[in-house]
């Protein structure tokens, strides 16, 4: 041991831990508050509501930001059935589901409802999906139909929705 020099006063470790553990503290408390900053309006928005399983081929965003609930946010009516078109996808393979759902909907004053096959047959539950501006009437879809799951629509392009501003995909529940 002649390369060993001993020290003549013995090294502070309890401080040295102190004051690393103060600094990682430091930092975890900086960055939980720019999580909480960055996620706060995200988790104020999101619905809670959220589909099954998005489309195939749809890509998987941010839940939407809905606005505060304020009373001019409900200034609007809601806009009648029968200014409201449908799109129904069978997504369950029970034949003529889809144009037995469209038929309910237009006995119920829809003014389109129109009963296609979604790409798979494998959705385990049934959901409403509506476009921008359109989640009051999907809530109200939703209860016409008894289908507890609505959601923003995600993953359909503008000419897949064939003019329908609101998208029912029939699950096996």
């Not at 103060?22 to 999101?46: I, K, N, Q, S, Y």
């Not at 589909?51 to 809905?66: E, I």
């Not at 309910?104 to 959901?127: F, K, Q, V, W």
């Amino acid at each position: 041991m002649e390369h060993v020099q001993q020290l003549d006063r013995p090294f502070p470790w309890r401080a040295a831990a102190l004051v690393a553990g103060a600094l990682a503290l430091a930092e975890l408390v900086a960055l939980l508050a720019l999580a909480g900053v960055r996620l706060a309006p995200d988790l104020r928005g999101a619905d809670a509501a959220s589909p099954a399983r998005a489309l195939p081929g749809a890509t998987h965003r941010a839940p939407a930001r809905t606005p505060a609930r304020t009373p001019a946010a409900h200034a609007r009516p809601l806009r009648p059935r029968s200014r409201v078109s449908v799109l129904i996808l069978n997504g369950n393979g029970v034949t003529h589901a889809a144009g037995d759902a469209a038929a309910r909907l237009l006995a119920r004053g829809y003014r389109r409802a129109l009963p296609e096959d979604a790409p798979s047959h494998d959705y385990a539950r049934s959901l409403v999906l509506f476009a921008p501006g359109w989640q009051r009437e999907g809530r109200r879809l939703g209860r016409d139909l008894g289908i507890r799951a609505v959601a923003p629509l995600d993953g359909m392009k503008p000419s897949q929705l064939r003019d329908s501003q609101l998208v029912v995909i029939l699950g096996g529940s």
